[in-house]
């Protein structure tokens, strides 16, 4: 049978691998029959993780591979050298076009380099940004870029607040998507000689909803759908928000045990918390695509759990329905043609 | 009577001023009989709000003033033009030595124009960064700088590492503090540009104890006592921990008030809780110094309180104290001795 939806699965990678990751790739297709993927690693650990579940054989193959790249690896040399790496193998899938999207939890350096590399990006794209879904009090903000890409040009924030409200759009269904640029005050003129150039260019774009400068302290508030920034920045919000999070939960459970009253007033509290302090926990949110490349590879966390790992599988069947990547590409054709035009009508 | 702590007041500047800002004053005087306080602003309204306490009238000045800048102003425009201003007039008293130092919750630019312009830098100071403590899960660090001195250079980088080491030691009492760099990464190879420059100076001087980079996931979990970045990224770490706390906060108690069990819950957990989430609360830790100038401004939250207002009086007595600001500059001029020593060796 031929299926609309392959995945590549990096099923070495992360720190729960494989058991997890694979455990997640069950659910998945468990629960959508439209769906194949393509397991990439050991091919005697997956089988071992693969007999402890019942599913139709039909949805999965595995890709023998006998090398792993780990995080403390220097990103470009690892892509390069280790060949047949789960990693290297899994993203080639996606370029010769076996497979449409690849979802790995390894190393976030080797898929950056290794999405950029091996897949290429599409034409017209500057820079390919990583941009994950971080949760707020409203939802979700799609925060761009958080990868790599450090020292970034105006011309490049302004490529990712077009792919990004794309990416809101039709992935995650916000219609007409704010997107505001990461500041350390409202007004415009404010800001460091990045933002103070990025701010006309973004205010110029008419295919996107520009709102103006968002101050960090708003972010988690949801007072923007795509938040727009450079790499180092927007790196430093997403760790932030992920470490400030499990450390006031944690201090927070470490209050409810501290006093007899308290502990039977946490058992009682716990389910309803639980709920709400879901809606705030990353993981639920699927994973990060590294947008504008010509295949659609996907990072999550190094410490994905199944959920996770399902939940991106989910992600890069939306991503492909929805066309992602040409309508990124055709977009930026559209901006190109627009500015020549202006340019020639000036003249 | 003579006292050996005169601190200024601005008493306008803030959401809460002046009734909140004299509330603090007086809660300050009361608890020290060595601290004489002189309140900036109108005299009529402050002296409405001292009437409302019992106090030692001789801890008490007022200077009248009859104009206040707001946080709309443009501060250099303002600190300029304003001059009868509760802010200008008592950073002035700072610069006059009337004053030992200023606390003032108004607006932050025209703080840190005021204090660099009217008050002006030490000997061999580059820049005066913002230093605001903020809490941790073991205690508290000194982020260092979240002023509004953007687009930062290594060597600005490095003076602010040994500012806040000099700081955290002598005001807030950590022994060798612990000194980091923000980054993307643990590694010496990541980061940006300006990391990449400022990590090898930072290795390399012989008055810090520095312990390399940090991501901004560990700053929550207090992994270093001082931690160094450029202020743009300072500013973003800040706000967005006040934010997310606070966002955070908000719908834990929205999840506990979301059932019948968990309300009876809640109330049962709520006092214990309330002393957890007072040790991660900003203005437990009163304000933040602009450090390295001739004399001290200590900027505290627009949103400031009693509470807030009093701990930066008790703050900017350590800080007198402890000769910081001496302390700041003769360390920058030993360091510069050293460097033109080891140039002239290397000839």
């Known amino acids: 049978m031929e299926y609309k939806n392959v ?26 029959a439209d769906i194949k ?22 949805q999965i193959g595995i890709t023998h591979t006998t090398e792993e790249i780990s995080c403390n690896e220097a990103p470009a040399m690892a892509i390069k050298k280790k060949k047949d790496s789960s990693l290297v193998v899994a993203i080639k899938s996606v370029k010769s076009g076996e497979c449409d999207a690849i979802v790995s939890a390894g190393s976030s350096g080797a ?12 034409k017209g794209v500057k820079r390919a940004p990583l941009a994950p879904l971080t949760p707020t009090a409203k ?27 794309i990416y809101m759009e039709d992935v995650v269904g916000v219609k007409n998507p704010r997107v505001a640029i990461v500041n350390i005050g409202a007004e415009e003129a404010k800001g460091n000689a990045l933002v103070k150039e990025t701010y006309p260019l973004l205010k110029a774009c008419k295919n996107i909803n520009f709102i103006g400068s968002i101050e960090a302290r708003d972010i988690p508030k949801g007072e923007a759908d795509v938040i727009v920034t450079e790499a180092f920045v927007g790196n430093v919000i997403l760790k932030l928000e ?9 201090i927070i459970k470490e209050g409810m045990m501290s006093t007899t009253r308290s502990k039977i007033g946490g058992l009682l509290v716990k389910p309803a918390l639980k709920d709400t302090l879901k809606t705030f926990d990353a ?32 992600q890069c069947v939306t991503f492909k329905e929805q066309r992602i990547n040409e309508k990124i590409v055709a977009h930026l054709a559209e901006e190109m043609a627009q500015a020549k035009e202006e340019k020639a009508g000036e003249q």
Request: aromatic letters at 4%; proline letters at 2%; charged letters at 25%.
């Open 111 to 122: 898929i950056l380099v290794g999405g950029q590399v091996l897949i290429g990006k599409g």
């Open 283 to 314: 993981t639920e949110y699927g994973g990060a695509p590294l947008l504008g490349l010509k295949g659609l590879v996907v990072k999550i966390h190094g410490s994905a759990k199944a959920k996770e790992t399902k939940t991106a599988i989910f």
């Open 7 to 32: 995945i590549a699965i990096d099923a070495m990678g992360g720190d729960n691998a494989p058991a997890e990751i694979i455990k997640g790739a069950i659910e998945a297709i468990n629960e959508r």
């Open 37 to 58: 993927l393509r397991l990439f690693g050991d091919k005697d650990k997956i089988e071992t993780e693969l007999n402890k579940y019942t599913y139709n054989k039909e």
């Open 139 to 165: 939802g979700v903000s799609l925060l761009i870029d958080c990868g790599a890409n450090v020292d970034a040009r105006p011309e490049h924030l302004l490529q990712f607040a077009q792919m990004g409200s």
């Open 242 to 250: 992920e470490g400030l999070a499990s450390t006031l939960i944690h």
